[in-house]
C-alpha cells in the first residue's frame, strides 16, 4: 500500500511541477522587465539601444502576464464535466450510508461526502469540490436532502466537505446481496484515503481545470473576450494537459493500486464472488437497454423500472444459460436495494437519467415522453411499435406504387394486407423462353468456374426491389424525425451542465440502423400485426430478446431468418410455410394505427 501511495505522490509532485514551470514560464518575461526598468537608477542598461529594449520587452511582459492571468483565471474557475447522476440524501438511505461509514471506518479512511447513483454498471469516487465556485448550478438545487455523512461518533476529519463523492451504479443495488455490494465497494471507498493527500487534491484540480479549460475553449460559452483569445487559450491549455498527461495516468495508477491494497482484508473471499457478480450484471444491463428500454424510448416511452428489469432479466439468464446457475439461489438473501427507503422512487429517477443519457429524452414528462410499467410494456409498446412499423411500411409501397390487392380482388378487400408485402418482395420468375437459352452445363471438371450468365440479372431484380423499399422506409423515418419538434439547445453559462444544454444523448447505446435492418424490422412487423389480428397472437416481453410475439402462449423463436429469406433472397416460401402452420392469413386486412 505504502508504495502505491508513494508513486502516486510522486506522480502528483511532477505534475505540480508542470503547473509551477508554466507559471516560471509567465513570469520570466516581468522579471527581464524589471530588472530592464532597474538598471539606469543603478548605473547599469543605460544607452539609446537599453532605452528600445525596454520599450519592446515592458509591453510584451505586460501581455504575456495578462494572458497568464486569463489562462489562470479561466482554469481556476472553469468548471470540469460531472457525471449526471441521482444524488441519494442520508434520509433517503440511512442503511446504505451506515454501510459505507463502517466500511470507511474499517478501512481508516475518510468517508465520502455524499452518495449518488448512476445508470451504469461501475462504481467509483468523484471530486465536485470545483462547484463551489460561484453559484451552484440548477441540479444542485434539488439535493437540498444531501447533508453528508454525520454522526456516528467520528471526528471532523471523516466529514470533511472536500472528500468526493460515492457513485454507485444502480444495477448493482437491485442485483446483488448487501454483502456483496459491501465487498464491491470496499476497494472504491479506500480510494478516499489518497484523495485526501494535499499534493494529490492539487494535482487533480489543476488537470481537471485544464481539462475543463479546453473544452470551454472549444465551445466558447465562457470564454472571455474574442474568438482568438479563446484559441490561444485552447492552445496553451492543451499544452499544459499534454505535459501533465503521463504523470497524471501514472498518478491515478498509483491511487488504484494503494486503494486495492489497503481494501484487500475487508470480505476478500467474497469479493470473488461480487466480481462474478458485477461480470454478469454488465451483461444482463446492456442486454436490457439495447433490447428493451431503447424499443420504448424510440415510441416516446420510457420504463420506469429498469433496475428491477435487471434483475428479472439475469434470473432469466440464470435459468437459460447453465454457466450461470446458482446466481439465482442468492435471490433469497437481502438485497442491497433495502438499503434505501424507497426503492420505487430511486430506480424511477435513474430509469429517466438512463433514458435521457442513453437515448437523449427530455427530463420531464409529457404527452410524448411518459413512462411505462412492465405490466403495460406489451400493450403500450409492443403492439403500438408493430402497428406504427407497419402503417410506414405500407405508405412507402403506397409511394411506390405497389397496388393494394390483385386486380379480381373483390370489393372492400383494399386494405393493408400482409400479402401485399410478400407479393412485392418475392423475386420475380425467369423466364421460360430465357432459361431455354441458358448454355449447357460445363464440363465436370470445370464446374469450380462455371458462372450462370443469368444469375446476376435474377439478382438485381430482387435486389432492386428490397433495396428501394429498404430506402423509402429510411427516408420516411428522416422526414418524420425532422417533422417531430425539437427545443433548441440553451446557450452553456456558468450554471449549466451538458444535461441543460440539449447535447443529449452523452451515450448513445447503437449507431443508426442500416436500411436493411430497418426492412426487416418493418417486415417482420406486419408479420406480428397479421398473426395479431388474424391468429389470436399476442405481443409479449422478453427480459433478454425485448419484444416477442407470443402464439398460443408460446414464443415464435424462428420468424426472423425466415424475413431474411425473403429480403434477400426474394423467397417466400419459407415464410408462407410458417404462416399457414401458424394459422396466419396474410390476404387479411390487419388493423394499423
Not at 510522486?10 to 511541477?17: G, M, S, T
Not at 431474411?564 to 415464410?575: F, N, Q, S, T
Amino acid at each position: 500500500m505504502e508504495a502505491g501511495a508513494q508513486a502516486a505522490r510522486a506522480r502528483a509532485l511532477a505534475v505540480l511541477r508542470v503547473r509551477s514551470r508554466a507559471l516560471a514560464v509567465a513570469l520570466l518575461p516581468a522579471a527581464f522587465a524589471v530588472v530592464l526598468l532597474a538598471g539606469p537608477s543603478t548605473g547599469h542598461l543605460a544607452g539609446p539601444a537599453w532605452d528600445a529594449v525596454r520599450w519592446v520587452l515592458t509591453p510584451f511582459a505586460v501581455l504575456v502576464l495578462l494572458a497568464a492571468g486569463v489562462v489562470a483565471l479561466v482554469v481556476a474557475r472553469a468548471r470540469p464535466a460531472v457525471t449526471p447522476t441521482v444524488t441519494i440524501g442520508e434520509e433517503q438511505a440511512p442503511d446504505l450510508y451506515r454501510l459505507v461509514r463502517d466500511l470507511a471506518d474499517r478501512l481508516d479512511v475518510p468517508a465520502p461526502s455524499a452518495i449518488a447513483l448512476t445508470p451504469d454498471c461501475d462504481s467509483w469516487l468523484e471530486d465536485r469540490t470545483h462547484r463551489s465556485h460561484g453559484p451552484p448550478p440548477p441540479e444542485e438545487h434539488a439535493d437540498d436532502g444531501l447533508n453528508g455523512l454525520r454522526g456516528g461518533g467520528r471526528g471532523p476529519h471523516r466529514r470533511t466537505p472536500a472528500a468526493p463523492v460515492l457513485v454507485i451504479g444502480s444495477p448493482f443495488l437491485w442485483w446483488m446481496r448487501v454483502g456483496e455490494l459491501r465487498a464491491v465497494l470496499a476497494p472504491v471507498v479506500a480510494g478516499t484515503g489518497p484523495s485526501a493527500h494535499p499534493d494529490i487534491a492539487q494535482a487533480r484540480r489543476f488537470v481537471r481545470g485544464l481539462d475543463a479549460a479546453v473544452a470551454v475553449a472549444a465551445t466558447g460559452g465562457r470564454c472571455p473576450g474574442s474568438r482568438a483569445v479563446c484559441a490561444g487559450l485552447g492552445r496553451v491549455a492543451r499544452l499544459l494537459l499534454r505535459s501533465c498527461r503521463e504523470h497524471a495516468a501514472e498518478m491515478e495508477r498509483g491511487v488504484a493500486a494503494a486503494a486495492a491494497e489497503r481494501a484487500q482484508a475487508v470480505d476478500y473471499g467474497l469479493r470473488i464472488v461480487a466480481q462474478e457478480q458485477v461480470g454478469l450484471a454488465y451483461a444482463g444491463w446492456d442486454r436490457l437497454l439495447t433490447r428493451v428500454a431503447l424499443p420504448a424510448w424510440r415510441m416516446g416511452r420510457w420504463p420506469s423500472r429498469l433496475d428491477a428489469g435487471v434483475v428479472a432479466a439475469l434470473t432469466e439468464l440464470s435459468r437459460r444459460d447453465r454457466l450461470a446457475e446458482g446466481f439465482a439461489s442468492r435471490l433469497g438473501e437481502r438485497p442491497a436495494c433495502d438499503l434505501l427507503e424507497e426503492p420505487g422512487a430511486v430506480d424511477e429517477a435513474t430509469s429517466l437519467l438512463a433514458a435521457r443519457l442513453f437515448h437523449g429524452g427530455p427530463a420531464e414528462t409529457g404527452q410524448e415522453w411518459s413512462p411505462v410499467g412492465w405490466q403495460e410494456y406489451p400493450e403500450e409498446v409492443v403492439d403500438r411499435t408493430w402497428r406504427t412499423d407497419a402503417a410506414r411500411l405500407h405508405r412507402v409501397l403506397d409511394a411506390l406504387g405497389v397496388r393494394r390487392c390483385p386486380g379480381d380482388a373483390p370489393p372492400g378487400s383494399d386494405g393493408p394486407t400482409l400479402s401485399r408485402v410478400l407479393d412485392h418482395l418475392t423475386a420475380p420468375q425467369p423466364d421460360p423462353v430465357a432459361e431455354a437459352l441458358v448454355p449447357p452445363p460445363a464440363p465436370a471438371d470445370d464446374l469450380d468456374s462455371y458462372e450462370d450468365p443469368y444469375e446476376e440479372t435474377y439478382e438485381d431484380q430482387e435486389t432492386e426491389r428490397s433495396s428501394a423499399l429498404a430506402a423509402g422506409i429510411t427516408a420516411e423515418l428522416a422526414r418524420e424525425e425532422a417533422a417531430a419538434p425539437a427545443g433548441q439547445p440553451a446557450a452553456l453559462t456558468p450554471d449549466t451542465s451538458l444535461l441543460d444544454i440539449g447535447t443529449l444523448p452523452l451515450f448513445p447505446l447503437q449507431p443508426p440502423r442500416s436500411s436493411r435492418e430497418l426492412l426487416t424490422d418493418h417486415v417482420t412487423a406486419m408479420v406480428c400485426c397479421a398473426a395479431m389480428d388474424t391468429a389470436g397472437a399476442t405481443p409479449g416481453l422478453d427480459w433478454l430478446d425485448g419484444p416477442t410475439l407470443l402464439i398460443d402462449g408460446e414464443r415464435a423463436t424462428d420468424l426472423t431468418p425466415r424475413v431474411l429469406r425473403l429480403i434477400e433472397d426474394g423467397d417466400p416460401a419459407p415464410l408462407r410455410a410458417w404462416l399457414v402452420e401458424s394459422g396466419i392469413r396474410p390476404e387479411k386486412p390487419v388493423r394499423l394505427v
